[in-house]
């Protein structure tokens, strides 16, 4: 699609207004029907795309900002919000890394990923979004003879849009909730991935989203859809530059394991948490679910550190029978970060299982919640669920909460939900200082260990990065 | 909206003492003001108060039990005061209080007396109450207030007992207690609510106000029997100063409609509670129990323990909440809440909850949702008890382990024949499917 077609495209439908924001290649601040049409317009997008894009949004004012969770925030303008944005020198599409604007380069390499090593680590594919659009993808080749399919999720609309059309929205509905639906409206891009019957990924599948431009909320939208018998992990990590407004983040991520497949979701979220005086932050308001179908598995596992305001429940629903769902997370906040987060575990067919294990620290000033539920409905005989939550509390200011839902309706499911919370226990500091370490390191240490049964779960490097961000998070704290 | 109560509170403020007219019209304005609550007010998430819908007449006085042998009371030493339809009943109550216990019924109060229990009225429910408080603030013509003189040590227990017959049409009580324990006494108060079978629906309101000074020690017990239409929304309130030791004990049968709020605040450093209970709905029986546990300053402890069977049809409801106030450092609390469910249909809802803002505290919760252990069942098959009689051995015993911290020993024995009678009776408790 050439930039003349698109720039023409749009011109017919806004006569006014927008002109110069294409120059910029950013809209200005503001949301309406108009935005929706522009983006899906300059996507390219087919119509029943847009439809559905702003039956979302429709739905969307209708609908009250959630108020329930355990964070408080000033209200956010979302007509101060730009919706679309997109780095310049990429228009016209690099096919490989050397074709990639150097200076986007230069930010990956002072975010610390290395992006030219990570063609030769063994088994990493990257689909890189920068600012909403996807900038480099890699090892295409190698994935495409496997028949997998990774791409941003744009591009699969072209590409594969039955695939895209049959799944989409079909385990978050556009209306599920407030941020859901906005996302569903104005997403801006995303993975997708579809790995065929039988098929194990041969590689991880890794995005890094960032955030640059300022005043630029990102909205992605992924879909994974493995078909019967497949597995795949995929691994999602982030990071973002130094800033001092919010920037909101109100991502939808959808898994569909069909009959037998695997999926392992990853998450490492270190996006910038704001000053120590609680200024500035991301707000990251994201709804993740996934459907699993008979004998499907999917494995949620998350290390929280970043965000000023984290929102944030990984679900599963067990919709088959003898499917498994799996939730293990490390949320840890510092300073004036909120946390409410957790997951839902819905159980509906028969011999479904479900384990939870959450590990929340907090240190500060800030505040920690788990949020959880667990449904047995009538229909789920035998299933089985278990829940540990765990809280770390570092310092005299901070806040640890536990909300648990329990419900169940089935009397041959069986339901355990175990909570402790307490501090770093002063034995365990002395004995450390007593072999020579210093207070900071022994509480690192003590935390790492605290969190050992969900970093095991994290894939290797993924692992080791996660044990490096507790400790640069917990920096200050101690002392 | 609420005209439900209209005729009960006019006949409130028709009765009561001119020293709570201003009470009771704070109350009313307050409850006009609320709103009734929906399946979307986070608190009443799991229980409708649909079966409030409709008219309440007052309590008419002078209603009678037809057989005394309807109501089974357990036969307390000590001092019993019984209330019929929320007005009292000379006849079934004893004239003697125990030494250091003084007993006025708001009605029959003297200047003096008012002016003293309107220094403490609504202490411990006023912040914590919920809209039903103010319904019972504003419904508020008879209550009972208790005192413990400081330093007396009362041995025999203050039997309160509130129950329910006929009336002809369907009425409400509200009923009202106000104990108050002086510095370093220690007693017991057992406080009973029982409905006659077969009985008109009667919805009950009650509010229990127990003020424990420094060093008191407090046994309470709130035994909820009503069943079938005796609907009952009410809660304990209970504030204790430093030293002072609150055990708690609550039984609930279920009926069409019982919700029960148990507020324990910890106001002075080394307060300790320890709150317990059992609840036992079934056919379509709805109970619903909200407890929780403020920790507002250092070096408290509580525990809490309830453990519920759910039968038949029934819902049952389970809200523990444990709230660490900021610097209540080195504070214990522990909850747990266990389930049965014995049949396809029952459904059980919990959520125990931790509110913790300071960092030296030990804090656990835990809760579980089953049935019978099946290779509980098969030891007992294999030692020759029938699969009935292991069901209802098993169950009993998941109930019994609770009862068991019943410190009166005559209100335990009454407890556990009253619930091995029930387990008997009904099947349905014990079944693990129906």
Redesign the interface.
């Known amino acids: 699609m050439s930039q003349a077609h698109i720039d023409s495209a749009i011109k017919k439908e806004y006569s006014a207004g927008f002109i110069s924001a294409i120059e910029s290649d950013t809209l200005p601040p503001g949301l309406d029907e108009n935005v929706i049409r522009f983006i899906s317009a300059r996507k390219n997008e087919p119509q029943w795309l847009l439809d559905w894009r702003l039956e979302a949004y429709r739905g969307w004012l209708e609908m009250s900002e959630p108020t ?1 969770a355990h964070v408080h925030y000033p209200p956010i303008d979302l007509q101060a919000i730009s919706y679309y944005s997109s780095p310049k020198s990429i228009e016209d599409g690099p096919k490989s890394l050397e074709e990639v604007d150097p200076e986007l380069l230069a930010t990956y390499e002072k975010l610390g990923i290395p992006l030219h090593e990570q063609e030769m680590l063994a088994g990493v594919a990257v689909d890189a979004v920068f600012d909403s659009v996807s900038v480099a993808t890699t090892f295409r080749a190698k994935l495409a003879e496997a028949g997998v399919i990774f791409c941003p999720i744009s591009e699969a609309v072209r590409e594969y849009p039955e695939l895209v059309r049959k799944h989409l929205g079909t385990v978050v509905p556009r209306k599920d909730n407030y941020y859901a639906a906005l996302n569903s409206a104005v997403f801006s891009d995303g993975s997708f991935v579809y790995i065929p019957r039988g098929v194990r990924c041969p590689m991880e599948l890794s995005t890094y989203f960032r955030i640059n431009e300022a005043k630029t909320g990102q909205f992605e939208r992924t879909l994974i859809v493995a078909d019967e018998g497949s597995h795949v992990s995929y691994l999602e990590g982030c990071t973002a530059p130094m800033r001092d407004e919010n920037q909101l983040h109100a991502a939808v991520v959808e898994l569909v394991a069909l009959d037998g497949a695997q999926i392992k979701y990853s998450t490492v979220q270190n996006w910038y948490p704001g000053d120590a005086e609680g200024k500035g932050g991301i707000y990251n308001f994201v709804t993740k679910r996934g459907m699993a179908h008979r004998d499907a598995k999917i494995s949620w596992t998350q290390v929280e550190t970043g965000s000023a305001i984290t929102w944030k429940y990984p679900s599963c629903i067990l919709r088959g029978d003898n499917s498994v769902g799996e939730f293990y997370s490390v949320a840890l906040t510092n300073n004036y970060q909120q946390a409410d987060t957790g997951t839902k575990m819905i159980h509906l067919g028969k011999n479904t299982r479900s384990t939870i294990i959450s590990k929340g620290i907090s240190a500060g000033h800030s505040s920690n919640a788990y949020r959880g539920l667990v449904r ?1 409905n ?1 229909k789920a005989d035998g299933a089985r669920n278990y829940t540990q939550c765990d ?1 770390l ?31 770093v226990s002063d034995d365990q500091l002395y004995l450390c200082q007593q072999r020579g370490l210093d207070a900071e390191k022994a509480v690192s240490m003590i935390v790492n260990g605290f969190c050992k049964e969900v970093f095991k779960e994290l894939p290797m490097e993924f692992a080791v990065e996660a044990g490096k961000l507790l400790e640069v998070s917990l920096e200050g704290s101690v002392g | 909206m609420f005209e439900f109560m209209q005729q009960s509170l006019d006949s409130a403020a028709q009765r009561a003492p001119a020293w709570l007219q201003d009470w009771l019209r704070d109350g009313r304005d307050r409850w006009e003001a609320s709103t009734m609550p929906t399946r979307k007010t ?1 608190n009443w998430k799991y229980t409708s108060v649909q079966a409030l819908r409709e008219h309440f007449a007052p309590a008419a006085a002078g209603a009678r039990l037809l057989r005394e042998s309807d109501i089974d009371l357990p036969q307390l030493v000590g001092s019993r005061q019984v209330f019929i339809n929320g007005h009292h009943s000379a006849r079934l109550s004893d004239s003697e209080l125990p030494d250091g216990v003084s007993l006025v019924r708001f009605g029959e109060a003297s200047t003096a007396q008012a002016a003293h229990i309107r220094q403490y009225l609504g202490s411990a429910a006023g912040e914590a109450g919920t809209l039903f408080t103010a319904l019972n603030d504003a419904s508020l013509a008879e209550g009972v207030f208790v005192e413990i003189a400081a330093g007396h040590r009362v041995a025999q227990p203050l039997h309160l007992v509130w129950l329910t017959t006929n009336q002809g049409e369907a009425f409400s009580v509200n009923q009202r207690l106000l104990v108050l324990c002086g510095s370093d006494s220690s007693c017991a108060v057992v406080e009973q609510f029982a409905g006659v079978r077969d009985a008109n629906k009667a919805f009950t309101n009650g509010v229990s106000e127990l003020l424990l000074a420094r060093g008191a020690t407090l046994e309470h017990y709130r035994l909820h029997q009503e069943e079938g239409s005796d609907l009952h929304v009410g809660g304990v309130y209970a504030r204790l100063a430093e030293q002072s030791t609150f055990n708690s004990f609550h039984l609930g049968l279920g009926s069409e409609l019982k919700r029960i709020d148990v507020v324990v605040e910890h106001c002075g450093q080394g307060a300790h509670s320890e709150v317990n209970g059992v609840y036992l709905p079934r056919g379509s029986e709805h109970i619903d129990y909200h407890t929780c546990i403020e920790h507002r300053v250092p070096d408290c402890t509580s525990s809490e323990t309830f453990r519920g069977i759910i039968a038949d049809e029934a819902r049952a409801v389970f809200n523990g909440r444990i709230h660490i106030h ?2 209540a ?1 080195k504070t214990r609390a522990e909850l747990s809440n266990k ?1 049965l ?31 019978l252990n099946e290779n509980a069942l098969h030891y007992l098959r294999t030692r020759g008890v029938s699969r009935t009689e292991a069901q209802s051995m098993l169950s009993f015993g998941f109930i019994n382990e609770v009862i068991d911290t019943v410190r009166n020993a005559a209100l335990r024995d009454y407890l556990r024949a009253m619930l091995a009678r029930r387990f008997a009776r009904d099947p349905a408790l014990t079944r ?2 129906a």
Not at chain 1, 396 to 420: G, L, W
Not at chain 2, 346 to 370: F, M, R, S, W
Request: net charge negative; charged share 25%.
């Open positions: 329930w047995m009538p809280s509390l570092i310092g005299d200011r901070c806040a640890a909460h536990t909300f648990p839902y329990i419900e169940s309706r089935n009397p041959s499911a069986v339901i355990e939900h175990e909570a402790t919370t307490s501090k | 986070e900021r610097d450092q389930n469910l014995t049949s396809t249909r029952a459904e059980v809802n919990t959520k125990p909850e931790l509110e913790i803002y300071a960092d030296d505290v030990q804090c656990a919760h835990g809760a579980t949702v089953a049935q693990p499917t």
